[in-house]
């Protein structure tokens, strides 16, 4: 059975850093891009970077550039988030997802599978 288990969420000081895991099980990371999806109360899920397979192509939405970092270590199935200076406007539920096929895409709708997501808190 295909699953994707998030961990690394937490409450986060602004300006700190988090680095969000996503384990895959029940398939091999071959063959699938990776997103993370966050969600924050009262708005639609915001695709915020995704990776595809092979050479690895990483897509950003504009708010997190230059801030976040997303990589994938397919020995482990194991997609990584890396999240630096982060903002309250940050705050979110974030899931991470699989797509079939090796482009990566920031539409949420893209994904068929979905992790149950981790919750993501940055205050003072």
């Known amino acids: 059975q295909l699953q994707l288990v998030e961990s690394g969420g937490g409450l986060v000081q602004p300006g700190g850093s988090l680095r969000l895991s996503c384990a895959a099980s029940?398939?091999?990371?071959?063959?699938?891009?990776i997103g993370w999806i966050r969600q924050a109360p009262g708005k639609e899920r915001e695709g915020v970077s995704s990776?595809?397979?092979?050479?690895?192509?990483?897509l950003y939405t504009d708010s997190v550039k230059g801030r976040f970092t997303i990589s994938r270590d397919t020995a482990k199935k194991t997609t990584y988030l890396q999240m630096n200076s982060l903002k309250p406007e940050d705050t979110a539920v974030y899931y991470c997802a699989a797509k079939p096929g090796s482009y990566p895409s920031l539409r949420t709708n893209a994904y068929h599978y979905w992790g149950r997501g981790t919750q993501v808190t940055v205050s003072s």
């Open positions: 990776i595809g397979y092979g050479d690895g192509i990483a």
């Open positions: 029940g398939f091999t990371l071959d063959y699938y891009a």
